[in-house]
């Protein structure tokens, strides 16, 4: 299994219609992806940062995701509240409890 972690540098005060955005537009990005086990969507509001650590159960399912047209429109709406580029890592879970 695999967590997919981005990190995200936002604009003040962004966080909620980003997290808002990403309720209303994850779950039918992901529907078609058997691999795809979940998500969380968590927030520093103090440093105005977004983390996404995404479930996957193969690495390069995420790939697949990652290279989709549908992804990169559902991104692009993401982009304009972005302050940064985008971090990600694919991480290998080693240990879960």
Avoid: C
């Avoid at 972690?5 to 980003?18: A, D, F, M, Q």
């Avoid at 509240?81 to 879960?96: D, T």
Wanted: aromatic letters at 10%; zero cysteines; glycine letters at 4%.
């Amino acid at each position: 299994m695999f967590a997919v972690v981005t990190r995200i540098k936002v604009n003040e005060g962004s966080i909620p219609k980003l997290a808002a955005l990403f309720e209303a537009t994850n779950h039918d990005l992901v529907a078609r992806h058997d691999d795809w086990l979940g998500a969380w969507f968590t927030a520093n509001h103090e440093t105005s940062e977004i983390t996404v650590i995404a479930h996957w159960a193969k690495a390069e399912s995420y790939g697949v995701l990652r290279d989709s047209d549908e992804f990169k429109q559902t991104m692009s709406q993401f982009a304009t509240k972005f302050a940064g580029p985008p971090v990600v890592s694919i991480n290998e879970i080693l240990v879960k409890m």
